[in-house]
């Protein structure tokens, strides 16, 4: 049975708001779009991958996007000094590597992600669209360009959430 979560009670992107507004804005929407498909769901649920063959799960999504935010903005745009959240020594990705995810591990992954998403909003609220920094192997790349990446990791990924999210429960749209 399929059902309609509540629509997004959150304002749309600017339709008419400056460069910075609009991205920013369309940014917080898919942010929003991520946390709302994980809503109301359970530990076990999170953790779940209910698109075999994948390895992908809402939880795994949830902490991907946080080494995404924390490579793109705390360590290209501020260049800190900012190790990966889920990577293991030898450069692998972990992000997928969890034993059955309990509630302690799924509010550690949340936590990780909403300081992740707290810290790029600020960096990214003040860093001008046309400044550039070194981003390793991507070469050289400016914060209008980091901002648009941001964006379309989440929606590529929003829509991975989509189908994880109707073969859970059915919960389908918004």
Same mark, same amino acid.
């Given at each position: 049975? $399929?059902?309609?979560?509540?629509?997004?009670?959150?304002?749309?992107?600017?339709?008419?708001? $400056?460069?910075?507004?609009?991205?920013?804005?369309?940014?917080?929407?898919?942010?929003?779009?991520?946390?709302?498909?994980?809503?109301?769901?359970?530990?076990?649920?999170?953790?779940?991958?209910?698109?075999?063959?994948?390895?992908?799960?809402?939880?795994?999504?949830?902490?991907?996007?946080?080494?995404?935010?924390? &490579?793109?903005?705390? !360590?290209?745009?501020?260049?800190?000094?900012?190790?990966?959240?889920?990577?293991?020594?030898?450069?692998?990705?972990?992000? &997928?590597? &969890?034993?059955?995810?309990?509630?302690?591990?799924?509010?550690? !992954? &949340?936590?990780?992600?909403?300081?992740?998403?707290?810290?790029?909003?600020?960096?990214?609220?003040?860093?001008?669209?046309?400044?550039?920094?070194?981003?390793?192997?991507?070469?050289?790349?400016?914060?209008?360009?980091?901002?648009?990446?941001?964006?379309?990791?989440?929606?590529?990924?929003?829509?991975?959430?989509?189908?994880?999210?109707?073969?859970?429960?059915?919960?389908?749209?918004?």
């Amino acid at each position: 049975m $399929s059902t309609q979560p509540a629509l997004d009670p959150s304002p749309d992107p600017p339709r008419c708001g $400056s460069e910075r507004q609009t991205l920013r804005g369309f940014l917080a929407c898919q942010r929003r779009t991520l946390q709302m498909k994980c809503a109301g769901l359970s530990a076990t649920a999170l953790g779940t991958c209910a698109v075999p063959p994948s390895g992908l799960s809402l939880l795994v999504l949830v902490r991907h996007l946080s080494d995404v935010e924390r &490579f793109w903005v705390r !360590s290209c745009l501020a260049g800190k000094q900012a190790p990966p959240l889920y990577w293991g020594k030898d450069g692998t990705e972990t992000d &997928f590597d &969890f034993p059955a995810p309990d509630a302690q591990l799924v509010e550690l !992954s &949340f936590t990780a992600w909403k300081e992740e998403m707290a810290h790029a909003d600020v960096a990214l609220g003040a860093a001008p669209l046309e400044r550039t920094v070194a981003a390793g192997h991507h070469g050289t790349v400016s914060v209008r360009w980091i901002l648009t990446h941001l964006i379309e990791e989440y929606s590529r990924h929003n829509g991975h959430a989509d189908l994880l999210r109707e073969c859970l429960d059915g919960t389908v749209g918004e």
